[in-house]
């Protein structure tokens, strides 16, 4: 690859580090790159994003961590559901294609939109640490959401902070910090079952993953200390997501 392209590749998967630290869909950006840009074939390029997906959440949740913000004694039924959920989605992301969960996502993010926006109070609340949650409808909540991101992981923090904030009663701070703890665990799990079968580009996925691993951290070191944090994590959520929608559905073409 010639330099501009590797900068183009750190600066692009920083920014999806950081997007990914506060929001969620990160990925778009970097499974973008691996594909348009660098050639990748879809299956190799899913792995491979699993390189910068690991070092981030590494970056992140040490970030987090440094800043006094991980509690994960709440958590535990959460991740090992999502982590569960999630080694599935990626056995099964080697043997067929994704595309038609693509198809999915797409309207999977209007749906969002609508969640994002209507009533933003609820994303704004403090954690509720008296809240109790049926485990007959979290371990099967929780388990769709790791297959999901197991098996393509783009999109999978914003369907995440939504169940997470608005069901579970965390606040979009807490669920971030949460998010990023349990997507490191099944990323590494990921890499493994990936490796074995051959999907992994190391040098393309270490150039990613040096950007994303710097945007991470950043960038969970800034919001632990910024009081505002909830407020701005919300309208990052509420940008990605439509400029989702924009991509998904090619609304940009209207405009160029």
Known sequence: MEIYVYLIAILGAAIAGAINTMAGNGSAITLTILTEMLGLPANIANGTNRVGVFTQTLGTTYGFHRNGKLKMDRSRLYMISTVIGA????????????EQFKSVFRFLMIIMLFVIVIKPQK????TDTTKKVNPWVVIPA???????????QMGMGVIFLAVTVLWAHFSLMDSNVMKSAIVGVYTLLALLIFQWNGLIDWKIGGVMAVGQAAGGYLMANYASKYPQANVWAH???????????????????YFL
Do not use: C, D, P
């Not at 769709?144 to 393509?152: A, D, E, S």
């Open 235 to 253: 309208r990052i959520l509420v940008v990605i997501v439509i400029l989702a929608i924009i991509k998904l559905f090619n609304l940009h073409q």
């Open 87 to 98: 080694v599935i989605g990626v056995i099964v992301s080697t043997q067929v294609s994704n």
């Open 142 to 152: 929780y388990l769709g959401i790791g297959f999901y991101g197991g098996f393509i």
């Open 123 to 126: 994303w704004l609340r403090e």
